[in-house]
């Protein structure tokens, strides 16, 4: 049975560092990997998506990698800004299923 | 721009009542979710549908059905709720490998 795991659990860091963030699974055998940011009491809005296939994605300051291999994959975000205070929550697609992680929240202090 | 819409972002309802949550998406997409959000738990999946008329159990069933009538809307029903329904719901909708895109949500509470 798939499982998603994100580590650390809740981040601190002051404006304009760049950070990583990391999203575990135990299986292997996934169609892609999604990264989404949600705000408090909001829905979720991707990111990031990288395909089996891919490496990395890169979209702005945010840049993803997939190392399918080790069942890992990190976001870095590059100089923080307060903007991005939020959760921070990875997706693995199997055939029709997402199994999501618990997410990291993320504070971005000015 | 892609859209995912709830019927509704608040809803407070009473024990045994019979409960409607319906989501549509513009983007023709085939695959649609409902999840559910708990703190200490993260998002457990209820149902899915990959179709028209096509259901497929979630992670967590159990008190909850679907109907899926139409290829935009798919439709969560509690058919009696309960107080361990509280929670926040969310829809999602998606084409083959692509993106997920997830409507605003809608927390329940149930009294």
């Known amino acids: 049975k798939q499982e998603v795991t994100q580590i650390p659990a809740a981040l601190s860091v002051p404006e304009g560092e760049n950070l990583v963030l990391n999203c575990s699974f135990t299986d292997s055998a996934i169609y892609n990997l999604q990264w989404f940011r949600q705000d408090p009491g909001k829905g979720l809005t991707s990111l990031l998506l990288?395909?089996?296939?891919?490496r990395e994605q890169t979209s702005g300051r945010l840049n993803a990698s997939l190392d399918k291999s080790s069942g890992r994959s990190t976001l870095y975000i590059a100089a923080s800004q307060p903007g991005d205070s939020a959760t921070y929550l990875c997706a693995v697609k199997g055939t029709y299923k997402y199994i999501f992680g618990t997410g990291t929240r993320l504070k971005v202090l000015a | 721009d892609v859209k995912v819409t709830q019927s509704s972002r608040y809803l407070v309802k009473r024990t045994g009542e019979k409960v409607f949550l319906e989501c549509v998406q513009d983007?023709?997409?085939?695959?649609m979710f409902w999840y559910r959000q708990d703190p200490g738990l993260g998002l457990r999946l209820i149902y899915f549908s990959y179709d028209v008329k096509m259901k497929e159990k979630g992670d967590i069933p159990e008190g909850y059905s679907v109907s899926r009538e139409k290829k935009e809307r798919f439709s969560l029903i509690l058919e009696s709720a309960s107080t361990n329904q509280t929670s926040m719901y969310l829809c999602a909708s998606t084409q083959g490998q692509e993106t997920q895109y997830f409507g605003p949500g809608t927390r329940l509470l149930v009294l």
């Open positions: 990288i395909q089996s296939s891919q």
């Open positions: 983007m023709d997409h085939e695959n």
